[in-house]
Structures are given as structure tokens and as C-alpha cells.
């Protein structure tokens, strides 16, 4: 029994360790990238949760539970968070683009970028990035958002500062007058 306690608290410390060490990591890429703290700490959430779980796993293994009964457990919860974002499987699709994004995404807040789309300008400035989405300020002040999982598949162009942004040709509405 001490032998299995002593392996519940090396866990634990390999556990809180190696969290320590991502979240400097994710910290220091984050300021490198200039990304958005509530960003980062929710990326250090989700691989924090993850690791979470992967050491209550091995530790419920060390204490005796047998390896079939943690890996029904463990196979359930994600049957069951399977069938759930199924469902939803954009929310999904959005979360995992965002990880990716916050990793590998070579454009930050204030760049003007062009997302490649043959029916809409989709031209602006990144205001922010976000977990599900990306916010683009075009030129006319709007303000657009544009999920993460589309921006990974479209092809985007990044637009120096001096070249105009695309602007569509402005269609006027003719409003006939009455005849009183």
C-alpha cells in the first residue's frame, strides 16, 4: 500500500512539474506570437485538463483498480463526449483549429490579410483570435468573424500595410418617388 501511495504522489509531482513547464512554454509562445493572454490560458486549460485526466488514469491504475476497469471508465467518458460534440461537431472542429491555430498560424492581431473566397471580399485587419473564431476588421469599419476551422482550409494572403485593401464596387439603390 505505500508502495502505491508513493506512485499516486509521484505522479502528482510529475504532474504538477510538467504543467508548470507547459504553461511557461505556452506563456513564452504566446508573448513571441503577441497572442492574447485569455487565448493562452485557455490553450494551457485544455492541455492542463488533458493531462489531468492521463494522470488520475495511471494513478487509479497504481491503486489497485484493474487496467480493464480504467480503460472502460476512460473509453466511456469518451463514447460519451464523442456522441455529445458529434452533435456539435463544429464546436469540436472550431476548438481543435484553434489549438492549431495558437501553435502554427503565421499571422498576429494588427495584420491585414486577405482570406481567398471567390463570392465575398474577405479582406481586413485580424482584431482578434479567438478560440472559435477570428475576428477581421475590413475597411468600412465592419467587423467580421470567420470560424477557425474555415480558416485553416481556405488559402490566406497577407497584405503589406502600404497595399489597399480590395474594395468591392459600391451598389446604389434607386428608390422611385411617388406620384401624389
Known sequence: MFYQLLM???YLAVFLFAQRQVKNWIKLHAQKKQVNEV????VTRLISYFMFFVTLSLMAVSLGLGYQD???FVSSAFAVLGVALFAQWSILSN???GVLIFFVFPYRIG???RIVEKDEDMSGVIVEIALFHILIKRE???VMTYPNSLLLQKGVVKLSNDQPLKKKPLVRRVIPKRNS
Open 8 to 10: 499516486c504522489v509521484l
Open 39 to 42: 487565448r493562452s490560458r485557455l
Open 70 to 72: 480504467v480503460s472502460l
Open 95 to 97: 476548438i481543435t483549429a
Open 111 to 113: 495584420d491585414r490579410i
Open 140 to 142: 468600412s469599419g465592419d
